[in-house]
């Protein structure tokens, strides 16, 4: 799993001083039913409450606390920065859900903002948190993809925005690492056709991504594989070209020279 766990901390440090003050710190220790039991408050109170249990650590009364400050006074003030402070203590909490919904009711409310560009920093690391290894689903990786992405497209100047593309550089080599397994899934079974076409998405799609030699190469096996050692000399070619040093494109010469040596050094 791609994870950046230090980001729980430094989330504090990046966020707007007038929102997210003080640190959280590890997880709940569950919610007391006595602080959320419902009971009317003035929001000065109530939102006091809530920040103390943040920075006790007890995230999930933090977040529910936080919540409760929204519900008993909408039109305060006090609501919007509830909304974000509640999406932080949700996603310290890791319960990512929770942390997009806050986050997106807040941006649904409050789209211009100053505090809007870290809440799609939010979204966006809450689905990045639950990336999983490249042999399951990778439906999550994309739509942190997406988040990201959105990140840099809204925010190019932001260090959010720095932080998003670093992160989409990661992404991306996750997504090109499920196609080069499926792609050699594909080789071990003897489809060759189908682990060509994953490996040409990899070239396509993630051509600056570590995985992109490999996938020449096996595109070179597949090829010769399936009769065409034109095809596998332009892939090897290209790998040559690219990466002449790689280790990819040397087992890829040597496989050329065993199935067409007329064509190596031509």
């Given at each position: 799993?791609?994870?950046?766990?230090?980001?729980?901390?430094?989330?504090?440090?990046?966020?707007?001083?007038?929102?997210?003050?003080?640190?959280a710190?590890?997880?709940?220790?569950?919610?007391?039913?006595?602080?959320?039991?419902?009971?009317?408050?003035?929001?000065?109170?109530?939102?006091?409450?809530?920040?103390?249990?943040?920075?006790?650590?007890?995230?999930?009364?933090?977040?529910?606390?936080?919540?409760?400050?929204?519900?008993?006074?909408?039109?305060?003030?006090?609501?919007?920065?509830?909304?974000?402070?509640?999406?932080?203590?949700?996603?310290?909490?890791?319960?990512?859900?929770?942390?997009?919904?806050?986050?997106?009711?807040?941006?649904?409310?409050?789209?211009?903002?100053q505090d809007?560009?870290?809440?799609?920093?939010?979204?966006?690391?809450?689905?990045?948190?639950?990336?999983?290894?490249?042999?399951?689903?990778?439906?999550?990786?994309?739509?942190?993809?997406?988040?990201?992405?959105?990140?840099?497209?809204?925010?190019?100047?932001?260090d959010?925005?720095?932080?998003?593309?670093?992160?989409?550089?990661?992404?991306?080599?996750?997504?090109?690492?499920?196609?080069?397994?499926?792609g050699?899934?594909?080789?071990r079974?003897?489809?060759?056709?189908?682990?060509?076409?994953?490996?040409?998405?990899?070239?396509?799609?993630?051509?600056?991504?570590?995985?992109?030699?490999?996938?020449?190469?096996?595109?070179?096996?597949?090829?010769?594989?399936?009769?065409v050692?034109?095809?596998?000399?332009?892939?090897?070619?290209?790998?040559?070209?690219?990466?002449?040093?790689?280790?990819?494109?040397?087992?890829?010469?040597?496989?050329?020279?065993?199935?067409?040596?007329?064509?190596?050094?031509?």
């Amino acid at each position: 799993m791609i994870s950046t766990k230090t980001m729980r901390v430094a989330l504090v440090a990046a966020a707007s001083a007038t929102v997210l003050t003080g640190c959280a710190r590890g997880g709940g220790s569950g919610a007391n039913s006595n602080d959320l039991a419902y009971v009317a408050r003035d929001v000065e109170t109530l939102y006091s409450a809530a920040k103390d249990r943040l920075d006790r650590g007890d995230l999930e009364t933090a977040a529910a606390l936080f919540d409760e400050v929204e519900r008993q006074h909408p039109y305060s003030p006090w609501a919007r920065r509830a909304q974000l402070m509640s999406a932080f203590a949700y996603y310290a909490n890791r319960d990512y859900n929770e942390s997009i919904q806050a986050a997106t009711r807040f941006l649904s409310i409050h789209p211009g903002n100053q505090d809007a560009p870290y809440a799609y920093y939010l979204i966006a690391m809450s689905y990045y948190e639950q990336i999983s290894d490249v042999e399951r689903d990778q439906a999550i990786t994309r739509q942190a993809l997406s988040a990201l992405t959105e990140i840099t497209r809204r925010y190019p100047n932001t260090d959010y925005a720095a932080d998003a593309r670093a992160k989409i550089d990661l992404v991306n080599d996750h997504l090109a690492g499920k196609e080069m397994e499926i792609g050699r899934f594909y080789q071990r079974t003897g489809q060759w056709l189908a682990s060509a076409l994953r490996f040409q998405n990899v070239i396509e799609d993630y051509q600056t991504t570590s995985h992109a030699p490999e996938a020449l190469y096996r595109l070179v096996e597949s090829n010769l594989a399936l009769g065409v050692p034109e095809e596998a000399q332009r892939y090897a070619a290209v790998l040559g070209a690219n990466y002449p040093g790689n280790e990819w494109y040397e087992r890829a010469y040597g496989l050329m020279e065993e199935h067409t040596p007329e064509r190596v050094g031509g």
